[in-house]
């Protein structure tokens, strides 16, 4: 058995398979910690190793992180094929570390260990193949290599950028890994769809040093973020904040004030279609009458008069006529009377989750959701944002596939 914080991980690898090819790099003592989080995402995890990747880790570190047996020959029980039994589409290939002499050998057709063999099998048999290049930067950016990298490419494998840092290719972060190995597997969910998540919190100046905001961490929006990758999702917009990094494959469009949110989302229409919109994000309802352009003396009250500002779903509407998503906190539990606030937005989905008093719904903290359709209210429980992210896009995929039907 093994840990899982549901904090971090929705199980988005359940019923799936990983062969982890691990050939010789420095960073293969990175290799456990991923073989680790890829079984919390639910998958069942074979390594196979070559022999000098054997020689620099012992294999028995690799059986203990994936509580398999560990391949580092080919016998009689043709290990490149009985490790890929099954549907291909459930189990994926992946090569990490993938070194300049494993990418040299796997373009040139050479299968003389248990990496190649997996991969010349693999690729045949329609398994989805991931491959993460480690290697020094010169060895990167040689001629050479960079050909056989785009030839791989042109067979339909996946490649893993590389983190630069100094003059090495280096392995990605961890999560960033899982990440890939999760799209690989699931890109049929979204794929080619292009998608904008607004999230984080808003908030409204008093004066150049002061705000008025709302609470609100950008967790949920995050998780959006990475599930709309996971599922292969083509092209994904953030606009907004979050307390988490994001990873570098959004495009991140900063957001705090009503007017910089409003700026980024309508700039993201011009010209261009999105298949699907969520918002997420804690907006002021409110702005004030008048902001102060000097810092306010602080030695006495002071009087500020609220008034309703513009909701920014509605600017959204009038610019988006495909799937809207939207995020509604509130006393009110009857499904009909939420839906009834947002009769002007007309929203393919309002998620719900109740507020009170004792508990606030931010951050890394699990909540009661429901998903509220025009015509359908589906309880989907207590969540965390791993979970609620997962569950939400699959409901927005399924709108997708009857759209196209």
């Not at 290697?135 to 040689?142: K, L, P, Q, S, Y």
């Not at 785009?150 to 996946?158: H, Y």
């Not at 599922?231 to 990094?245: D, H, K, L, T, Y």
Request: charged content about 25%.
């Amino acid at each position: 058995m093994i840990d899982i914080d549901e904090t971090r991980f929705a199980g988005a690898l359940s019923g799936k398979k990983v062969v982890l090819a691990v050939t010789a790099s420095i960073s293969i003592y990175r290799i456990p910690d991923l073989i680790r989080d890829l079984r919390r995402e639910g998958a069942a995890v074979t390594v196979g190793m070559s022999r000098e990747a054997a020689s620099m880790i012992n294999p028995n570190i690799m059986k203990w992180a994936s509580e398999q047996e560990v391949v580092t020959e080919i016998t009689g029980y043709i290990e490149h094929i009985s490790c890929f039994d099954g549907d291909p589409h459930d189990t994926l290939l992946m090569v990490c570390p993938a070194s300049y002499n494993f990418i040299g050998k796997a373009s040139s057709g050479i299968s003389d260990d248990v990496p190649s063999l997996f991969f010349s099998f693999a690729l045949g048999n329609g398994n989805p193949v991931l491959i993460v290049p480690v290697m020094h930067e010169g060895m990167m950016v040689n001629p050479i290599n960079q050909a056989n990298l785009q030839k791989l490419e042109g067979a339909g494998v996946a490649i893993v950028p590389p983190k630069m840092h100094s003059d090495k290719a280096k392995i990605s972060e961890t999560e960033k890994l899982v990440d890939y190995a999760i799209r690989s597997l699931n890109r049929h969910i979204l794929t080619g769809r292009r998608a904008m998540i607004i999230g984080g919190k808003g908030e409204e100046k008093i004066d150049p040093v002061r705000t008025i905001t709302n609470s609100g961490t950008g967790t949920t929006a995050f998780w959006l973020v990475r599930s709309a990758f996971r599922m292969g999702a083509e092209r994904i917009v953030f606009i907004g904040n979050s307390q988490q990094a994001l990873p570098d494959y959004v495009e991140y469009h900063p957001a705090s004030t009503m007017e910089q949110y409003e700026k980024h989302t309508v700039e993201g229409f011009s010209g261009d279609s999105f298949d699907f919109v969520i918002n997420s994000a804690s907006l002021p309802d409110y702005k004030l009458e008048k902001s102060f352009k000097e810092k306010l003396d602080s030695s006495g009250p002071v009087e500020l008069k609220l008034v309703t500002g513009k909701k920014l779903n509605s600017e959204i509407r009038k610019h988006h006529k495909g799937i809207l998503v939207v995020f509604k906190l509130s006393r009110e539990k009857e499904p009909r009377e939420i839906r009834i606030g947002f009769r002007d937005v007309k929203p393919d989905i309002i998620v719900f989750n109740p507020f009170t008093d004792e508990k606030l719904p931010f951050g890394s903290v699990s909540n009661e959701y429901t998903f509220i359709t025009e015509s359908d209210t589906i309880r989907a429980g207590k969540l965390y944002k791993p979970k609620l992210a997962w569950n939400l896009l699959m409901e927005v995929s399924k709108i997708l596939r009857n759209d196209k039907i």
